[in-house]
């Protein structure tokens, strides 16, 4: 496996190419935008996306059809664009292409995580799905991270970890992809709650709390939709949780505090041309928990909150309301 392909030129696809490299594969990324495969190709790295970090040139362009080939494509598209990328991409797989599922959310339109929508989109290609706690510009300054990687076939997950993976990228397999796919789109909802913990200075227990109540939230709705709790407990899962929670170089995090310090979500966003995907997440996810018959009361208030149908005051005078009951429920 020695091409591989990365669709998405943003943060993550970056900072995903330059370790790959770093691995010695050969890789060629497909950018949304001219102006950011050319500086990625000339190596003046990605300021749009990655400002700051000095990358060396790496192959790429604006033209899907140049992953054509690719042994494997790490796609890196956010998650409510990611049905429209893969529909002009399908012509260009080949039958059996692992395609590696790296963006963490779930799509509005249809409650569908990322693998259903590839399934129904290039039905031909074998899915992964890769997930942890890691920063892009973490991965981009060689840095040392640890991520879950989880296909259906052991020895596919071999191969992909040993494309991919160098001492300071380790991946882990695992076969449980709804459970990856789960923690990652999760994680970014209650780390907006974590966020807004912090900018309403709401205090560090409070914090701790919602790390654990969120990741029994988690782990409820991957267990409903066929996942395995022990995933969670690993780096998709609590991994990532703690991660995203701990720090505002998380755009969740970041955009929960902004909340919790009075800021509109509007503003806060028109402010960025980076992805907050706990955002679009949300109401999928509620509405999502709501069919499955789970509860999610954090990810819950996070929706209400963005909704605009309670206060933030409103909707945590509501989660401090509820009735005291067993931990395990
Ligand atoms: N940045 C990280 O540290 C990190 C780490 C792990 C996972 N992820 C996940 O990776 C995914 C991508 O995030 P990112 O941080 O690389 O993005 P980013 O915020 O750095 O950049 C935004 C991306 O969105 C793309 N985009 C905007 N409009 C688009 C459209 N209409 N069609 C297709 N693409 C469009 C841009 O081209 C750009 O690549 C997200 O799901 C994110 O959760 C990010
Ligand atoms: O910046 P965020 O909140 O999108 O988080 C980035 C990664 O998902 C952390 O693992």
Not at 102 to 114: R, T, W
Not at 158 to 169: E, K, N, S, V, W
Request: with cysteine; charged share 15%.
């Amino acid at each position: 496996m020695q091409k591989i392909g990365i669709l998405g030129a943003g943060a993550w696809g970056t900072a995903l190419a330059f370790t790959a490299r770093e691995a010695g594969r050969d890789v060629q990324i497909w950018a949304l935008e001219q102006d950011v495969a050319d500086a990625l190709s000339q190596g003046r790295g990605n300021p749009a996306f990655l400002p700051g970090i000095d990358l060396p040139a790496m192959p790429a362009s604006s033209d899907l059809s140049d992953l054509a080939g690719s042994d494997a494509i790490l796609s890196v598209v956010p998650v409510q664009h990611a049905r429209r990328v893969f529909t002009d991409l399908s012509p260009h797989v080949a039958a059996g292409t692992p395609i590696v599922l790296c963006s963490k959310g779930i799509e509005q339109s249809s409650l569908s995580l990322m693998t259903d929508v590839l399934h129904e989109t290039i039905p031909q290609a074998v899915p992964a799905v890769l997930s942890g706690p890691s920063f892009a510009a973490d991965v981009a300054r060689g840095l040392p991270t640890a991520v879950t990687l989880a296909c259906a076939d052991q020895a596919l997950g071999d191969t992909l970890m040993q494309a991919i993976g160098r001492p300071t990228f380790r991946p882990y397999w695992s076969n449980d992809l709804i459970g990856a796919e789960v923690g990652g789109a999760v994680k970014n909802v209650l780390a907006i709650a974590c966020g807004v913990v912090e900018g309403m200075k709401l205090g560090k227990s409070a914090h701790a709390a919602i790390i654990a109540r969120g990741f029994a939230e988690m782990t409820r709705l991957a267990v409903a939709l066929g996942g395995q709790a022990q995933t969670l407990s690993g780096l998709c899962g609590l991994g990532d949780l703690v991660l995203t929670c701990s720090s505002v170089q998380s755009r969740n995090m970041s955009f929960g505090k902004a909340l919790g310090e009075g800021q509109s979500a509007e503003a806060i966003l028109a402010e960025r041309n980076s992805v907050t995907e706990g955002v679009a997440t949300a109401p999928a996810l509620i509405a999502l928990a709501e069919r499955e018959g789970v509860s999610m009361p954090i990810c819950e208030a996070v929706d209400d909150t963005l909704s605009n149908r309670m206060s933030l005051d409103e909707a945590i005078r509501d989660l401090l309301s509820r009735p005291f009951t067993q931990e395990t429920s």
